[in-house]
């Protein structure tokens, strides 16, 4: 559920910018404070969307992030004669129960919150204890609508930085709701993004999660669907007339050495592709060993003690490899689909297709290249992989999934941060599951521009059973 993306925040840390763009609105729980409305809040709803590294954003301190992921996910307060004060109107009079507040301790720390409800004359004094760490305070069901928050009796925890700057890192205000309330709405997630309403037998699914054209990061569109897939399958719903990923047993293909003939990476011949708007740019950061692409577990050969070929190529424009096809890649196996890990270099001849696509012709997507299925009877099956239907280009400005393939993988080039490598996953539904598939075939595109098209790049493949 949680979802980043794949930016690393700062490289001394390890952890990646969260997504701003998740859900398209959420539904209050208990935790009113996220809601509540302050001076400019508008325009900071207005930066956040622009990007979730909207460091002193005051909505950061209701993002639920600490300190302990990153000082930019922070809310940091000047102040003067000793206090701070932020003031918060509810969208409506709620009766408070609880408060939960993380103060920071990076130079001044106050010592003491002051919560004054609807402008009353004394305030309800909290004492705060010496570190950022979340304290509870039960506020006894206090009937407020607005709230004048007040940090003071301020203590200087780093005498090096004399700097006037405290803060809050985290906030959190929880409303009393009615037992019937309680026992009506199922939360599925911390923030009301996915709620559950019984309504006696049956319900209601609200479901918020922001459906975008294209994802920053692939497998925040591979996790929103794996959610919505879960959900309806929970359901007992039949998702587009297939079973989801997460229902198979998924094994890779081993592929033999020798029939690897390709690198990865342009440190040995014949090596990867090259674009010219990143020459240096190959496939060397893909993961090696067993991983999960796309949701799919997939084996990337992997070779520690001396550079060899790790992917199979075929000849083509783009490609130095003169290998026309690559056969008898053994399954031995039966299966309900085949998963293959794969992407494309695209030549003269899908450019000039494109043209021909912008200027109105009709026509359908050039097939690209082609997998053979040998079947322990004999018999074979051609699966051909068009265009922009089951694979890209694998030097992509935004990886979006395509009619019949994922997005499995991409990396921004360095250098080049407008552009990503990008890996596909394409899903084909074997119509013989109950004959064992005995051996899969990679051949050259029919067309007769076959060479002028590009060149394709098979990185792993996959078998997948229905239980």
């Known amino acids: 559920v949680a979802m980043d993306t794949g930016e690393a925040a700062a490289r001394s840390w390890n952890v990646p910018w969260a997504v701003n763009d998740a859900y398209t609105y959420v539904v209050d729980l208990r935790d009113i404070a996220p809601f509540m409305d302050f001076s400019g809040r508008e325009q900071a709803i207005t930066r956040a969307k622009q990007g979730p590294q909207d460091q002193n954003n005051l909505l950061n301190i209701f993002n639920g992030f600490t300190a302990q992921q990153y000082w930019k996910y922070l809310y940091y307060i000047g102040f003067s004669d000793g206090q701070a004060e932020l003031t918060f109107t509810l969208p409506r009079a709620e009766t408070l129960q609880t408060l939960r507040v993380v103060p920071n301790d990076h130079l001044w720390q106050p010592r003491t919150l002051e919560v004054y409800p609807d402008d009353a004359a004394e305030p309800i004094r909290l004492p705060l204890e010496v570190g950022a760490v979340e304290q509870t305070f039960d506020?006894?069901?206090?009937?407020?609508?607005?709230?004048?928050?007040?940090?003071?009796?301020?203590?200087?925890?780093?005498?090096?930085?004399?700097?006037?700057?405290?803060?809050?890192?985290?906030?959190?205000?929880?409303?009393?709701?009615?037992?019937?309330?309680?026992?009506?709405?199922?939360?599925?997630?911390?923030?009301?993004?996915?709620?559950?309403?019984?309504?006696?037998?049956?319900?209601?699914?609200?479901?918020?999660?922001?459906?975008?054209?294209?994802?920053?990061?692939?497998e925040t569109a591979v996790k929103k669907r794996t959610l919505v897939r879960t959900v309806l399958a929970n359901l007992g719903a039949v998702v587009g007339g297939s079973r989801p990923v997460t229902g198979l047993d998924i094994r890779p293909v081993p592929i033999r050495d020798d029939q690897l003939n390709a690198y990865n990476h342009h440190r040995g011949e014949p090596s990867w592709f090259r674009d010219p708007r990143a020459s240096e740019a190959d496939l060397s950061r893909l993961p090696e060993g067993r991983s999960k692409f796309a949701d799919v577990l997939y084996e990337v050969p992997e070779f520690t003690t001396s550079p060899v070929p790790s992917v199979i190529m075929l000849q083509g424009e783009g490609s130095t490899v003169g290998a026309q096809q690559v056969t008898d890649l053994a399954v031995g196996r039966k299966a309900n689909a085949l998963f293959f890990l794969h992407t494309y270099h695209a030549g003269r001849g899908v450019a000039e297709y494109e043209s021909r696509r912008a200027a109105g012709r009709d026509e359908q997507p050039p097939v690209l290249f082609q997998y053979r299925v040998h079947y322990a009877d004999g018999q074979h099956i051609d699966v051909p992989v068009r265009w922009s239907e089951g694979v890209g280009h694998w030097l992509q400005e935004q990886p979006t999934p395509l009619r019949f393939a994922q997005v499995a993988w991409a990396a921004p080039v360095q250098g080049r941060q407008e552009l990503s490598t990008t890996v596909y996953s394409m899903q084909w539904n074997n119509p013989r599951p109950d004959v064992e598939i005995r051996a899969i075939d990679l051949l050259p595109s029919p067309e007769a521009n076959a060479n002028r098209l590009g060149a394709p790049a098979v990185i792993a493949i996959s078998t997948a059973t229905a239980p």
């Open 139 to 218: 506020l006894g069901g206090l009937p407020a609508q607005r709230l004048r928050l007040v940090l003071t009796d301020m203590e200087n925890v780093n005498p090096n930085r004399p700097d006037h700057v405290t803060g809050i890192e985290n906030l959190s205000i929880l409303a009393q709701r009615s037992p019937q309330w309680q026992q009506k709405v199922r939360p599925l997630l911390n923030i009301g993004g996915l709620v559950a309403y019984d309504k006696g037998e049956g319900g209601i699914l609200l479901n918020q999660l922001q459906v975008n054209e294209t994802e920053r990061n692939p």
